[in-house]
């Protein structure tokens, strides 16, 4: 069975930096892409980042320029690096999958992890 285990969330003061990791643990062919969604309070879940087997990179132009998401095909691990974090980068981050094994490709989410910024 196919899992995504995130880490790195936390509490950090305006203008620090956190790093986001997510590995997909189980048996898996090949990743399309992985990346970021974040939920505030009261919003909607939202794309931060995500990057595609290719290379190719699709983010949110609230964090371009401060964030910067990676990949490491052979861990299936994705890593966001979140610098001048700003109070508004409050948020539950959840990892996303797209998962090639069993003949499909399949669609995962983590479970979330918090990550506080403090004014």
């Known amino acids: 069975q196919v899992h995504l285990v995130e880490s790195g969330g936390g509490l950090v003061q305006a203008g620090g930096s956190l790093r986001l990791s997510c590995a997909a643990s189980?048996?898996?062919?090949?990743?399309?892409?992985m990346g970021w969604y974040r939920q505030a309070p009261g919003k909607q879940r939202e794309l931060v980042a995500r990057?595609?087997?290719?290379?190719?990179?699709n983010s949110a132009d609230s964090v371009k320029g401060r964030f910067t998401i990676s990949m490491d095909n052979a861990k299936s691990t994705v890593y966001l690096q979140m610098n001048s974090l700003k109070p508004e980068d409050t948020a539950i981050y959840y990892c996303?999958?797209?998962?090639?094994?069993?003949?499909?490709?399949?669609?995962?989410w983590g479970q979330g992890t918090q990550v506080t910024v403090s004014s």
């Open positions: 189980g048996t898996i062919i090949s990743i399309n892409h």
């Open positions: 996303n999958a797209n998962l090639f094994y069993g003949g499909t490709y399949y669609t995962h």
């Open positions: 990057v595609f087997r290719g290379g190719s990179i």
